[in-house]
């Protein structure tokens, strides 16, 4: 595989070598390609379009695990002008949920993901006589999975799996030297509009990822509505990536030597150092390696402690915090916290990145985060807590499964 840098990429001749490719390996075979609304996907279906014309049909799975109106919004950007896009919509969300119920390990419900997802599109290419499925597969997605960060969902080949001979087509992958903002430019250069290109990334396996620990309808649909309104909240705050997660609410006091370490790492004062420890596991990176790891959490300062400075400290500290205590994977700031024990807890993520490979958590004004704290919590959502994460990737992972 060649990668690009951003200045040596040249859209037009990529798309021209691109369209010989995929026209000399399809000849006249139909294909298959799953979308989901993100930039990846919806540029390589229109750049296969290009080269293929009717021979290619565009999939949307509702897995159940999208966001709120998701499955409509895609419809009506793909299927409608300007894109046009030939747009098959399955409803899932019943094989989905069962095959994921009861899992609570991370790859375990990536993996359970990946088969339902790879075993509902070889239904839809047998049945439509496709026999190659083409993917949005970028760079960082083959790096992080070789490099054992994770196992993104749409990684094959790379994990030793045959598709053609487990669900009967060939896989073809014309964007996979890329990363994200080569592939914005190519999609601006495809006709795609401008609010599409820019369009934050969702991981392939959706709200799965998020929903930290077992899957069950109750949470996934908390987390539907803390998303929503996270999303809205954070849409012009600059952050590359921002959404929420939900996890159980389990916490533990923590052990005197994490908060003295915490206290001298962060110089904060004894009145502001509560700390707590969240008992769900997140995702970090060591090594070039995932590792999981319980999550560290300051409680919320009180006012008089100056807030916004607790906050900026306890963001440029956090990556030595985590690096020298790599039982935990994440270093928390509670942000609003509602009164009487609730089954359920929200994080708040919001990152700047370039690649998606490192990031760096936004740096936010504290007045901004109780505000949108405040807007969860009143949304009456069996939610007692509200948290901000303070870590970069790495030590930890963009997403918290
Ligand atoms: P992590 O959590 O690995 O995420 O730091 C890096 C970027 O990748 C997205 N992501 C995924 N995208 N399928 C996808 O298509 C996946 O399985 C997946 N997992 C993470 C994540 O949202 C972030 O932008």
């Known amino acids: 595989m060649i990668l690009m840098s951003n200045v040596d990429f040249d859209a037009d001749s990529f798309i021209e070598s691109k369209l010989n490719e995929i026209r000399e390996a399809l000849g006249e075979g139909r294909a298959l390609i799953a979308v989901s609304g993100g930039v990846d996907s919806t540029t390589c ?21 999208m966001r709120k109106g998701e499955p409509e919004n895609v419809k009506r950007s793909l299927a409608k002008p300007p894109l046009k896009l030939p747009l098959k919509i399955i409803r899932a969300r019943r094989s989905f949920m069962s095959k994921v119920r009861g899992l609570t390990d991370a790859e375990d419900k990536r993996k359970a993901f990946r088969e339902a997802f790879y075993s509902t599109l070889a239904i839809v290419a047998e049945k439509e006589g496709c026999n190659w499925l083409i993917q949005g597969t970028i760079a960082p997605d083959l790096i992080e999975t070789r490099g054992g960060v994770k196992t993104q969902h749409n990684v094959l080949e790379q994990i030793g799996i045959d598709p053609k001979k487990i669900y009967g087509f060939k ?122 790891g319980r999550m560290v959490s300051i409680l919320s300062p009180p006012e008089k402690s100056n807030p916004q400075t607790v906050l900026d400290r306890a963001i440029s500290k956090s990556a030595e915090f985590i690096e020298s205590n790599p039982e935990y994977t994440r270093l928390l700031i509670e942000t609003g916290g509602a009164r009487g024990r609730k089954p359920y807890s929200a994080i708040i993520r919001a990152v700047n990145t370039e690649d998606y490979m490192t990031a760096r958590p936004l740096r936010v004004p504290w007045t901004m985060l109780r505000r949108v704290s405040s807007r969860i919590l009143n949304g009456n959502l069996s939610l007692s807590t509200v948290y901000y994460d303070l870590t970069p990737k790495p030590p930890a992972t963009i997403e918290f499964e």
């Open 45 to 65: 279906a229109l750049l296969t379009r290009k080269a293929i014309g009717k021979n290619l049909l565009c999939v949307f799975i509702d897995t159940g695990l």
């Open 171 to 292: 896989v073809l992958e014309p964007i996979s030297t890329l990363y994200k903002p080569q592939v914005r430019i190519l999609s601006r250069r495809l006709g795609l509009p401008e609010s599409a290109c820019e369009r934050q990334p969702f991981p392939g396996p959706g709200l799965l990822v998020r929903c930290v620990g077992e899957v069950k309808p109750g949470k996934l649909s908390v987390l539907k509505e803390v998303t929503d309104i996270v999303e809205r909240a954070f849409a012009s705050s600059g952050a590359q990536q921002y959404f929420a997660a939900v996890i159980d609410n389990r916490i533990a006091d923590a052990p005197g030597e994490i908060v003295r370490t915490l206290k001298s790492t962060l110089q904060l004062h004894d009145e502001i150092l509560n700390v707590k420890i969240l008992q769900s596991q997140a995702t970090g990176v060591r090594d070039g390696s995932r590792i999981y």
